[in-house]
C-alpha cells in the first residue's frame, strides 16, 4: 500500500491529537468530578485509552497515528519513522492539541464560576500542582519509564512478527494503564503535545513546569525506540509514516 501523501497524513496527525485532548483531558474537565455522576481518575484513564484506540483504528492507515511528539521521535529511534518527517508530525499534533485546549475551555466556561486558570485544564505539573505533591524529580522518573515502555509497546505491537490487528487494543490498553499509574503523580503526560495544549491556556505555574513534560517523554521515547531495536533484533525498517499502528 503506498505510503498517502505529506499533506494527507499531517492532517490526520492534527485531527487525532485533537481528539486525544479534547477526549482525554475534556473527560478530567467536564466529567471527572461531577457530583453523583463523575468519572473520577478510572474513568479518566479509560477515556485517554479510548481515545488513542478509536484514533488507531480510524486514522492509523493514514499516518499511523501517532498523536504525541515523543511517539514520532520514539519511532524514528526505533528505526521505524524517517527524521525529515518529525518537524511536520510535531508541528500537526500541537495544532491538534492547542485547537482541542482552546474548544475545552471554551465550553467549560459555559459553567457559572468555571474560572480557565484555577480549574488548571488538566494541566500536567509536579510539586505543588502536582495531584498528590510528588516532586520534580519523581515527575520525570515516572514519565520518563512510562514513555519508555509506551514506545516498548507500540513498536512490538507494530512488529510485522506480532499478531495483527490488535495493535491499537494493545496501545489504547497501555495508555490506560499508563494513567492509572502516572495521574496522581504528575495528571499524565508521556505527551509533549497533550502538556502543551493545556498548558497555554493556564499560563504562569503550567508553563514555567511545561519544560519537564517535553524532556522526560521524549527522553523516554527515544530509550524505548532503543531498547525495542536491540531486543527485537531485527533491521529497521526505514518508513512507517502510513502503517497503522
Known amino acids: 500500500m503506498a505510503t ?18 479534547f477526549g482525554g483531558c475534556g473527560s478530567a474537565v467536564l466529567a471527572a468530578a461531577v457530583p453523583g455522576l463523575g468519572i473520577g481518575f478510572v474513568g479518566v484513564s479509560l477515556a485517554f485509552g479510548l481515545t488513542v484506540l478509536t484514533m488507531a483504528y480510524s486514522i492509523g492507515h493514514i499516518s499511523g497515528c501517532h498523536l504525541n511528539p515523543a511517539v514520532t521521535v ?40 468555571f ?23 519523581s515527575g520525570l522518573i515516572i514519565e520518563f519509564v512510562l514513555t519508555l515502555g509506551f514506545l516498548v509497546v507500540i513498536l512490538g505491537s507494530t512488529d510485522s512478527r506480532a499478531p495483527a490487528g490488535f ?54 521515547a527515544i530509550g524505548g525506540g532503543v531498547i525495542y531495536r536491540l531486543m527485537a533484533g531485527n533491521p529497521p525498517k526505514p518508513d512507517i509514516s502510513g502503517e497503522p499502528i
Open 4 to 21: 498517502p501523501a505529506l499533506g494527507n497524513r499531517l492532517a490526520a496527525e492534527a485531527f487525532g491529537t485533537f481528539w486525544l485532548v
Open 167 to 220: 495493535a491499537p487494543i494493545a496501545i489504547g490498553l497501555s495508555l490506560t494503564l499508563i494513567h492509572l499509574i502516572a495521574i496522581p503523580v504528575t495528571n499524565t503526560s508521556v505527551n509533549p503535545a497533550r502538556s502543551t495544549g493545556p498548558a497555554l491556556f493556564v499560563g504562569g505555574w503550567a508553563l514555567a513546569q511545561l519544560w519537564a513534560f517535553w524532556v522526560a517523554p521524549l527522553a523516554g
Open 115 to 137: 474560572d480557565v486558570v484555577s480549574s488548571g485544564l488538566a494541566a500536567n505539573g509536579y510539586g505543588d500542582h502536582s495531584p498528590e505533591h510528588y516532586s520534580l524529580q
Open 74 to 113: 520514539g519511532l524514528w529511534a526505533g528505526g521505524r519513522f524517517p527524521a525529515r518527517d518529525i518537524p511536520g508530525y510535531v508541528a500537526a499534533q500541537l495544532v491538534g492539541a492547542i485547537v482541542a485546549a482552546a474548544l475545552l475551555a471554551l465550553i467549560a466556561s459555559g459553567k457559572a464560576g
